[in-house]
C-alpha cells in the first residue's frame, strides 16, 4: 500500500532592518519578481505575500518593511506598525541581516520585538556572496544569532540565490501539516495595478538616485487594453513639494521619459505585449497622512 505523504502549510513572516535584503530574498524564493528592491531604505511599505509550492506544501512568505528607528516621514510609524502585526498569525519567523553593517539600535529593539515569541525562529545573514572584506560583522552576526537563542543560522545570498534551497528544507521542518492557504496557480496577494505602480517607484528611485526624497508615491488611475493589444497605462507620480516635482520631471522631461522607459521595457518583457505608459508628476503634500 502506497504510503501518503502529508504536505505542510503556513505563513512565513521575513522581518529585518532597512536594506537588509528582504524583498530581494522574498523575490527569490518565490522565483519571480513581487517587492521592488531599491538602495532605499524602507521601500516596502506593503504587507506582499509570495506564495512557494512544491513537493512539500506552500509557504506563504510575508515581507515586511523595513524597521527603522529615525523619524523618517509619518510614514515611519504606521510601517512599523505593520511590521508588528505581521508577526500575528505565522508559523515561522525569518529574521534577515546585513553583516556589511554595525549592529546598531534598529537591530536590537527588532530582536527585542520578537525576542519572546514561542515560535521557530530562523536568522538569516544574507549576502554572504560578498568579498569578506565588505562584511566586517560577519563574526558579530553569528555570535548575535547564537546568544538570542534563535532555532538556527543560515547563511544565504539572496542575490545569488545561494544556500536557498537549505532555507527552504529547514523552513518546511517547522510548518505543520495542513491544506495549501492559497490556489497553487496564485503567487501573491498583490494585484496587477498594486504591482505596477511599485515598480514605476522603484524605476523613480533608481533613475533620480538620492535626488528624490523618500516620500514618493505612485498611483495606477488607468489600465485599458487597446484594440491593438496595447496595454495603456495612466498614472500619477505624487511628491511633497514643487521642487521635487521639478527634479523628477528633469530638464525638457527627461528624467520622467527615462522612468517611463524603463517601466515600459520591463513590463513588455512580463507580459509579451506592447505598453504604453503614460506618467505625470503632482504635488501633493498630504498623501502620507492618508497612508493605510
Known amino acids: ?45 506593503h504587507v506582499i505575500h509570495g506564495v512557494f509550492n512544491d513537493d512539500r506544501g506552500q509557504v506563504v512568505f510575508v515581507d515586511t518593511p ?20 505581521s508577526l500575528h498569525g505565522v508559523e515561522v519567523i525569518i529574521y534577515v541581516v546585513d553583516p556589511s553593517r554595525a549592529i546598531g539600535q534598529e537591530e536590537k529593539r527588532l530582536i527585542s520585538l520578537i525576542r519572546n515569541l514561542k515560535l521557530p525562529k530562523l536568522f538569516v545573514i544574507n549576502k554572504i556572496d560578498m568579498p569578506a572584506r565588505e562584511l566586517p560583522y560577519l563574526e558579530e552576526y553569528r555570535s548575535l544569532g547564537a546568544s538570542e537563542g534563535f532555532t538556527t543560522t543560515i547563511e544565504v545570498s539572496a542575490l545569488k540565490h545561494k544556500h536557498l534551497k537549505t532555507l527552504l528544507t529547514t523552513l518546511f521542518e517547522y510548518l505543520p501539516e495542513g491544506e495549501p492557504i492559497y490556489p497553487l496557480d496564485q503567487i501573491t496577494n ?27 508615491t505612485v498611483r ?14 495612466r498614472a500619477v507620480i505624487l511628491t511633497f513639494a514643487e521642487r521635487y516635482k521639478k527634479m523628477i520631471i528633469g530638464a525638457h522631461a527627461r528624467k520622467i521619459k527615462e522612468v517611463g522607459a524603463t517601466v515600459r521595457k520591463e513590463l513588455e518583457l512580463i507580459n509579451n505585449r506592447h505598453v504604453y505608459v503614460d506618467l505625470t508628476v503632482k504635488v501633493d503634500t498630504g498623501w502620507e497622512k492618508s497612508f493605510e
Not at 504510503?3 to 503556513?10: A, P, Q, T
Not at 537588509?20 to 516596502?44: E, F, H
Not at 505596477?196 to 522603484?202: A, G, K, V
Request: hydrophobic share 35%; charged share 30%.
Open 66 to 85: 523595513g524597521y527603522l528607528t529615525e523619524k523618517r516621514s509619518p510614514l515611519t510609524p504606521k510601517l512599523t506598525e505593520k511590521i508588528k502585526q
Open 1 to 45: 500500500m502506497e504510503e501518503i505523504i502529508k504536505k505542510k502549510s503556513g505563513f512565513a513572516v521575513i522581518i529585518g532592518r532597512s536594506n537588509a535584503g528582504k524583498s530581494t530574498l522574498i523575490n527569490a524564493l518565490v522565483g519571480t519578481k513581487l517587492a521592488i528592491a531599491t538602495p532605499k531604505p524602507q521601500t516596502t511599505r
Open 220 to 233: 495606477v488611475e488607468e489600465m485599458e487594453e487597446r484594440k491593438d493589444g496595447t496595454l495603456y497605462i
Open 190 to 216: 498583490i494585484d496587477q495595478r498594486f504591482f505596477i505602480s511599485e515598480l514605476i517607484r522603484e524605476k523613480i528611485f533608481h533613475t533620480m538616485g538620492d535626488e528624490v526624497p523618500y516620500s514618493v
